[in-house]
C-alpha cells in the first residue's frame, strides 16, 4: 500500500502537470497568452492547456488592467474555482496597474485575490508565461523557487501635487525720501 507521503507527491505531481489555466483578460496582453500555447512555443507540452470554464480550472491567469468593476468579476471567477488554485498576474497592467497605475479606477490584483507568480514586462513574452507556470509548480512540488515579488517604487513624487496657496498682492511700494540736505562738515570738506 502507498504511504500517504508519496501519495502526496504523486497528487502534487499531477497537479503540477496539469495546469488548465482559464483567462481573464482585459488588455493587449491576451495575445502573448495566445502564442504561448500555439505551435513555437506549445506551453501544452508542460500540460498548460487554456480552458474556459471556470469550475474546472485551477489556474487563473490575469491578463491586463483590473478595474473596480472588472476586481468583483475576478473575486466571483476565483470563488468559483475548486481547491487547489493559483492566481498569476501577467503584464505591467496586471501587476501594478501599468500605464494606469495612477487612475482613480484601477485596483492591483493582489489587493484581490492571492498572486502566486507575478510576470513583468509589457507585454511579457510566451517564455515568461512559461517560467511562471514553472514557478507555480515548484511551489505545488514544494520546492523552494525565486521570490520574485514586484518591486515597490515610490511614485508620490510623481501624483499630482497640491497647488500651493496664492500669495497675497504685494503692497505698493513707499514713495522715495527727498535726499538728505549735506551736514555742514561735508561742506566744509568741499573744495574752493
Ligand atoms: S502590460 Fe502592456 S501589453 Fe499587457 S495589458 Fe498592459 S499595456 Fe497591454
Known sequence: MLKQAKLDRIIRWGIKWSMWPVHLVTSCCGVEVAHTSAPVFDAERWGVLPFNTMRQTNVILVEGTITRKMAKVLKWVYEQMPEPKFVIAMGACAVRGGLFWNSYHVVQVDTIVP??????????????????FFMV????????????????????????????????????????????????????????
Open 137 to 192: 509548480g515548484n511551489k505545488i512540488l514544494g520546492k523552494p523557487g525565486p521570490e520574485v515579488k514586484p518591486v515597490k517604487v515610490d511614485l508620490t513624487p510623481y501624483l499630482p501635487q497640491p497647488k500651493p496657496a496664492a500669495k497675497p498682492a504685494a503692497k505698493p511700494a513707499a514713495p522715495a525720501k527727498p535726499a538728505a540736505a549735506p551736514t555742514a562738515a561735508a561742506t566744509q570738506a568741499q573744495p574752493a
Open 115 to 132: 498572486v502566486d507568480a507575478y510576470i513583468p514586462g509589457c507585454p511579457p513574452t510566451p517564455e515568461a508565461v512559461i517560467r511562471a
